[in-house]
Nanobody, 124 residues
Framework: VQLVESGGGLVQPGGSLRLSCSAS????????MGWFRQAPGKEREGVAG????????YYADSVKGRFNIPQDNAKNTVYLQMNNLKPEDTAMYYC???????????????????WGQGTQVTVS
């Protein structure tokens, strides 16, 4: 299993970025994908998650209404569309994979089996 993120960078407050996570090595269409972030000195936190079969999407309260998690099944790719970015969104962003999403623990990183290398997002 390989997950490769891209799309991070430097953006001004109020701006937008779209992160991509390209997946390979497993059946993409029947799994759970999550986006996490980690700022220096802070714990890794779940930002958004989705069942790639179309079962549901999940968002942290801090990003609801600003972020969404579309996907392109044909490309085995999940995205994180981030709008109205704030300085507190600055972090390293990771995508991760697990077999099945669960509403009550989609944002718990310990349940994810595979992780990408991360991409830095800086809002300043």
């Amino acid at each position: 299993v390989q997950l490769v993120e891209s799309g991070g960078g430097l953006v001004q407050p109020g701006g937008s970025l779209r992160l991509s996570c390209s997946a390979s090595g497993y059946t993409y269409s029947t799994n759970c994908m999550g986006w996490f972030r980690q700022a220096p000195g802070k714990e890794r936190e779940g930002v958004a998650g989705m069942s790639t079969s179309g079962g549901g999407t999940y968002y942290a309260d801090s990003v609801k209404g600003r972020f969404n998690i579309p996907q392109d099944n044909a490309k085995n790719t999940v995205y994180l569309q981030m709008n109205n970015l704030k300085p507190e969104d600055t972090a390293m962003y990771y995508c991760a994979q697990r077999p099945t999403c669960r509403l009550y623990n989609w944002d718990d990183p310990s349940y994810y089996n595979y992780w990408g290398q991360g991409t830095q997002v800086t809002v300043s």
